[in-house]
């Protein structure tokens, strides 16, 4: 069973700093790209960030790029996602997840976490 479980969500004021991680067990980590993706209140999915932790290719939505950063710990198969420099429009549900559609991210294909909360605002 694929299990994804994200955690580090919080509430930070703009121009703070969070740091997401995603715990993956029940596939082979290193084989496949990883993504995080959010969604914030009344608004459709939005891919941010993905990996391949195999090779370390990285791939960044342009609203995140420079701000957030994306990481792997492959001997934990555990995912990160820095994000620096937070704006209040980056307040979403942020959900890691695997085989889906960068440009068409849908919860009903593939595999995601439960999504842990971000709340930027001062």
């Given amino acids: 069973e694929v299990v994804l479980t994200e955690s580090g969500g919080g509430s930070v004021q703009p121009g703070g700093s969070l740091r997401l991680s995603c715990a993956a067990s029940g596939f082979t980590f290193i084989d496949v790209w990883r993504y995080w993706v959010r ?3 009344g608004q459709g999915l939005e891919s ?12 960044y939505a342009d609203s995140v790029k420079d701000r957030f950063a994306i990481s792997s710990d492959n001997a934990k198969n555990t995912v990160y996602l820095v994000m620096n420099n937070l704006k209040t429009e980056d307040t979403a549900a942020y959900y890691c997840a695997r085989e889906i559609d960068w440009a068409s991210p849908q919860r009903d294909f593939g595999d995601w976490g439960q999504g842990t909360q971000v709340a930027v605002s001062s």
């Fill in 39 to 41: 969604q914030a209140q």
């Fill in 48 to 59: 941010i960030a993905a990996i391949a932790p195999r090779t370390g290719t990285k791939r």
